[in-house]
């Protein structure tokens, strides 16, 4: 059976991919904080201070732009949908698991 997806509520996506993006700058920090650490090695404090400040501010910044990413992206897709007619897929019912 095929369907159309011809509308993407903006706001919900933009709190969906803001979570998304959140959880997943979490997997960068640790980088960011091993490059912090590697830096301080060098005798120069900055580097540290600076890695980590950003990886306190990293899953926030990602979370902020994957919201504001989501909201834009929803909202250009609805209008893209209105003209093309938006996605279409084939979905089909599974039995009901006992």
């Keep these: 059976m095929k369907k159309q997806l ?3 509520a903006p706001l919900r996506a933009g709190i969906v991919l803001g979570v998304l993006y959140g959880i ?3 997997i ?3 980088f960011v904080l091993l490059a912090a650490l590697l830096g301080s090695k060098t005798g120069v404090p900055s580097p540290a201070i600076f890695g980590v400040g ?3 501010l990293l899953p926030v910044l990602y979370a ?3 919201f504001i990413g989501g909201v834009i992206g ?3 897709y609805n209008v893209i949908a209105k003209w093309t ?3 279409e897929f084939e979905v089909r019912d ?3 698991e006992a």
């Design 94 to 96: 599974l039995a009901p």
């Design 28 to 30: 960068i920090v640790p």
């Design 64 to 66: 902020a732009a994957g």
């Design 6 to 8: 011809t509308y993407i």
């Design 85 to 87: 007619g938006g996605f």
């Design 54 to 56: 950003l990886a306190i």
């Design 74 to 76: 929803a909202a250009l």
């Design 24 to 26: 997943l700058s979490l």
